[in-house]
């Protein structure tokens, strides 16, 4: 492990760049509400809590006497019902406009000592994020735009965190969905964030058009159906200017796909995550004004989502075997291999890595991501143990 040096906040500047006293700033480092990132990354400050009106997951930029503020991701909130959700959210708009909602992880992107860096939810600096970004994105764009940070979805096979074959990528590949202003976090409007991601040839999520409020849910349904059908997640409906707060809509494939995940790891997932999902289904059963046949196909596949890998997970380790998720990483650097690999230790991951494998100019590497909760959990009720 390579030692890099101390790097201390600025309390003064720090606390002038973003409004308030030093002796305020002093409190939320004393009180780990801003907290340094890792190894080389010490001048880059994440907010582990919110404050000061600033998100979990923000991260606060010193670089010699200067300082930026990378806002984190928006919280978009999801509509139950499409039809009076719209109407509520978007009353005082005429037309809304409808781009896929991925499912991969997201990261936001900058320029950061001549090279990307690529800041997760929590605001730390993933090194296989990075070196994915640092291959894929035009650089040109963000020494031209230096005030400009890109918001995008990760998505692949090779996904440390969600890995889907969904797409028909081979690897990994980011995609756009946003693009907003240091500082203020304001997005550009959707058609000029578009027309300049697709200047420097950044790959977007899809767009699928621009619809008159009153014709949005029957649309959006249809839209709905058919990336259900796919696997796929769901669709983010938005303001064009993007004055108005979005808000996400998904199929119900993907509440699904979402829960077998979750059963499997039972005693990892949490219960808003696995019963927030069911809800949805309930609503959108009902706004779908569906039949008993297709309502009795929703019950069989939201029961079987829910029980069949959970019982996989029981079997597995009543025959001696242990739950666990299986990931893949492709890498051009073979640094980066053991970057990450410190880099989960230090998230607290229990992770074996295998040995890379060369393919093509890449390595590859396997991870098995023990379960340990759930399979502690399930050998005790094969014990004898009783649930508490």
Known sequence: MENYPQTELDIENAASFLGISAQRMQEL???????????????????????LHIDIGSVLVQKNDDFSLILGFPKIKRAMLLGPAIKFNFCDIKR???????????????????KLAALTRSGHVCPYSSEKANDLLDHSFFTENPQLVVYGEMVGPDNPYVPKEIYGIESLELFVFDIRHKDTGLPLPLYERRELAEKYGFRQVRLFGEFDIQEAPSMITDIIREIGRKGHEG????DPKMVLQPMKYTASQSNCSDLQHAMKVYNESGRDFIFSR????G??????????????????????????????????????????????????????????????????????????KTVGNEYL????????????????????????
């Open 29 to 51: 480092m004393e009180r780990r509400v801003l907290v340094p990132n890792w190894n080389e990354y010490q001048h880059l400050f994440r907010f582990e809590h919110k404050a």
């Open 96 to 114: 809304v406009a409808v781009e896929e909602k991925m499912n991969g992880y997201n990261v936001r992107v900058i320029l950061l000592d001549g």
């Open 235 to 238: 669709v983010v409906i938005k």
């Open 278 to 281: 069911i809800v949805r289904e």
């Open 283 to 356: 609503f959108q059963s009902v706004e779908w004004d569906e039949s008993e046949k297709d309502f009795r196909k929703r019950c069989l596949q939201l029961g079987e989502s829910i029980l069949r890998p959970m019982k996989e997970s029981i079997i597995k380790v009543r025959d001696g075997g242990r739950v666990a998720e299986e990931f893949t990483i492709r890498v051009k650097d073979r640094a980066t291999i053991s970057k990450f690999e410190e880099y989960m230790r230090r998230l607290g991951m229990d992770i074996v890595f295998s040995e890379p």
């Open 365 to 388: 590497v396997h991870m098995t991501k023990v379960n340990k909760s759930t399979s502690d959990k399930t050998l005790a009720m094969w014990e004898g143990q009783l649930w508490s």
